[in-house]
């Protein structure tokens, strides 16, 4: 990828040279640029930064490459070679040229005339700092730094180890240094030319030794080398709980930041006061960022040592394509570890009552077969200073893969005071016959305790369906009338019965009413179906009905014949049939009349 961004940027310094008409190679037109250079001078504590005079064969460079000449603002600009310079020389040239302009080493200083006086009897110093960097020229930037790297502070070789005040702060020390120590030399940044880059530096704590949570009172951080242009610079410490995962795998939650202004120092432990809680079962996660220095000058490296610790070191540093927290070792550096403290105090203890019901669930099932879901509602009680926590549940005892939560809830599960949850409990039997286990579960409650148990009992067993009568015999049924009678399905079996759909008759029999289908019956239950027969003409009539339940499959059988009416007289014959009966009637009455004269 380099090698390719090389190549892109020669062919468009080559296009814009020739397009000037220059006869300059690539190399050659760059030659004179990287002659620019840019530095830094301090001069009784007071910072002189500035870019080295343009000269006309520079000048004209830019204008073939189409780019702006870099600028200064500061009314001191103080360019100089590397090398060493005595205070002697500087206050000679001074006084020969007082208004400011003179030549050192081939390299032009300009002073203002205001300035003079106040150096001309003190001390001075010079540092090098950088050289402006011809690919940034390429890309139209005035930039006067070349790109950031992981290195030491310059001119921090030595590897004394300088001892770090052991501090007397707030509340208790929570440390994974062995030592306090800061060692020279032993730490690194994201920087160029010792002016960093973004870099932030963080330490994980497990907060074990504190089961009620933890309250902050202050963050410790060593410091190797803080230099600022102006004697300071913004340092920003950060305070997370993190959850979910050994840091950085997990959720981190910030809960307190401080923005500091650190003066330059070396080789000492610097102390923030801060507030914060964490909360119990979760890890504080300290971290100290230092923003981007390069624009404004400033040096920070962070204090560490080589001696043991207990957990790793980590830095963040998107410039050096360091773009999450990775472990000092992880990236060339395993000795260095990073001083980084914290100060506090156990958490008071929180008031988290809550309640559970039932505490004893009882399922039947078939075997293989889950039921519906019952309830354990859990409720935290009015009053309590925290949530109740919810953290895991687990099924225990002799048949615990019987019992499942459906659906399965995410945990941890929240429950704020004056409300409640519900866990869905199902039984799927894995045989015939008693079956029992427990739910499990813990939180982080104080009344009646951070865990609790429920008591699971189960029936495994097989339905039976018995259907009575299994054949509804309607008999005889005169044509164009009705008949209704009805049959009750039961369940013999030892699991609860499931009667998923019955069949419908077909005419001449009629559904008059359904109190099975679709009904789960419990052992010695039962359920009537109505059925009517009406037939339309003679004969036999019947008709078969599936009916489908868990228990297999099973069938009812109507049957009935219909029978024709008794036939009725036509008018003239019934007319007839009455006067023969008045005539005989008539006769008779007579006979017996005239007997009874003759025994007169």
């Known amino acids: 990828m380099i090698c390719f961004l090389a190549l892109v940027l020669h062919r468009v310094t080559?296009?814009?040279?020739?397009?000037?008409?220059?006869?300059?190679?690539?190399?050659?037109?760059?030659?004179?640029?990287?002659?620019?250079?840019?530095?830094?001078?301090?001069?009784?504590?007071?910072?002189?930064?500035?870019?080295?005079?343009?000269?006309?064969?520079?000048?004209?460079?830019?204008?073939?490459?189409?780019?702006?000449?870099?600028?200064?603002?500061?009314?001191?600009?103080?360019?100089?070679?590397?090398?060493?310079?005595q205070c002697n020389q500087w206050r000679t040239l001074l006084t020969a040229e007082l208004d400011g302009s003179f030549l050192l080493d081939e390299i032009l200083v300009t002073l203002r005339r205001s300035f003079v006086s106040s150096i001309l009897a003190t001390e001075c110093s010079m540092k090098n700092v950088w050289i402006l960097a011809s690919a940034g020229l390429l890309f139209g930037f005035a930039v006067t730094s070349s790109a950031a790297t992981l290195s030491v502070a310059a001119?921090?070789?030595?590897?004394?180890?300088?001892?770090?005040?052991?501090?007397?702060?707030?509340?208790?020390?929570?440390?994974?240094?062995?030592?306090?120590?800061?060692?020279?030399?032993?730490?690194v940044s994201c920087n160029t030319g010792g002016l960093h880059a973004d870099n932030a530096y963080s330490r994980s704590f497990s907060m074990g030794a504190f089961p009620t949570g933890f309250d902050l009172c202050a963050v410790e951080f060593g410091i190797e080398q803080?230099?600022?242009?102006?004697?300071?610079?913004?340092?920003?410490?950060?305070?997370?709980?993190?959850?979910?995962?050994?840091?950085?795998?997990?959720?981190?939650?910030?809960?307190?930041?401080?923005?500091?202004?650190?003066?330059?120092?070396?080789?000492?432990?610097?102390?923030?006061?801060?507030?914060?809680?964490?909360?119990?079962?979760?890890?504080?996660?300290?971290?100290?960022?230092?923003?981007?220095?390069?624009?404004?000058?400033?040096?920070?490296?962070?204090?560490?040592?080589?001696?043991g610790q207990s957990g790793p070191s980590f830095i963040e540093a998107a410039s050096c394509g360091i773009t999450t927290p990775t472990d000092t070792a992880a990236i060339g550096f395993p000795n260095m570890h990073i001083v980084l403290?914290?100060?506090?105090?156990?958490?008071?203890?929180?008031?988290?009552?809550?309640?559970?019901?039932?505490?004893?669930?009882?399922?039947?099932?078939?075997?293989g077969v889950a039921t519906a879901p019952q309830n354990v509602n859990v409720a935290a009680t009015a009053g309590n200073t925290a949530d109740l926590s919810i953290t895991s549940c687990t099924f225990?005892?002799?048949?615990?893969?019987?019992?499942?939560?459906?659906?399965?809830?995410?945990?941890?599960?929240?429950?704020?005071?004056s409300t409640n949850v519900d866990l869905p409990v199902t039984f799927t039997a894995g045989a015939a016959g008693a079956r029992s286990a427990t739910l499990d579960c813990v939180t982080n409650g104080t009344d009646p305790g951070p865990n609790f148990s429920v008591v699971l009992n189960g029936t495994g067993g097989t339905p039976t369906l018995a259907i009575t009568p299994g054949t509804v015999a309607f008999g005889n049924v005169q044509v164009g009338q009705a008949a209704n009678l009805s049959t009750v399905l039961s369940n013999a079996g030892t699991a609860d019965l499931t009667i998923t759909a019955i069949a419908a008759p077909t005419a001449p029999f009629a559904l008059v009413t359904d109190g099975c289908t679709g009904q789960a019956l419990i052992p010695t239950g039962n359920c009537t179906m109505t059925y009517s027969f009406a037939p339309a003409a003679a004969g036999f009539a019947t008709t078969t009905l599936a009916v489908t339940s868990n228990a297999g499959a099973a069938s009812i059988v109507l049957e009935g014949t219909g029978a024709n009416p008794r036939p009725v007289?036509?008018?003239?014959?019934?007319?007839?049939?009455?006067?023969?009966?008045?005539l005989f009637g008539f006769a008779y009455l007579r006979l017996r009349s005239a007997g009874s004269s003759g025994h007169s």
């Not at 000269?55 to 009314?75: G, V, W």
């Not at 921090?156 to 702060?169: F, L, Q, V």
């Not at 100060?343 to 039947?364: C, D, E, N, Q, W």
């Open 569 to 582: 007289p036509s008018a003239g014959k019934l007319a007839l049939l009455t006067l023969l009966l008045s």
């Open 155 to 187: 001119g921090s070789g030595s590897t004394t180890t300088m001892p770090g005040p052991s501090g007397t702060g707030c509340g208790t020390l929570v440390t994974q240094s062995t030592s306090q120590a800061i060692t020279l030399g032993n730490s």
């Open 226 to 307: 803080a230099v600022g242009a102006g004697g300071a610079q913004p340092v920003t410490v950060n305070i997370f709980s993190h959850t979910g995962g050994v840091y950085p795998v997990g959720t981190t939650t910030l809960v307190s930041t401080q923005a500091v202004s650190v003066a330059d120092q070396a080789a000492t432990i610097f102390s923030v006061p801060m507030t914060g809680t964490i909360p119990a079962g979760a890890q504080l996660v300290v971290e100290v960022f230092t923003p981007d220095g390069q624009t404004t000058n400033n040096s920070f490296f962070i204090g560490s040592n080589a001696a």
């Open 14 to 85: 080559r296009k814009r040279l020739r397009a000037a008409g220059s006869m300059l190679s690539v190399p050659r037109a760059l030659a004179v640029l990287q002659r620019i250079q840019r530095r830094h001078v301090q001069i009784q504590q007071e910072p002189v930064t500035g870019t080295s005079r343009i000269t006309t064969e520079q000048r004209d460079r830019f204008k073939a490459l189409a780019l702006t000449p870099p600028t200064d603002s500061n009314p001191f600009v103080v360019a100089f070679l590397p090398g060493q310079h």
């Open 396 to 417: 225990g005892g002799t048949n615990a893969t019987d019992f499942a939560l459906s659906p399965a809830p995410m945990f941890p599960i929240t429950v704020p005071t």
């Open 341 to 367: 403290n914290a100060r506090g105090s156990a958490a008071a203890g929180a008031t988290i009552a809550y309640t559970v019901a039932p505490t004893t669930l009882t399922f039947s099932g078939a075997v």
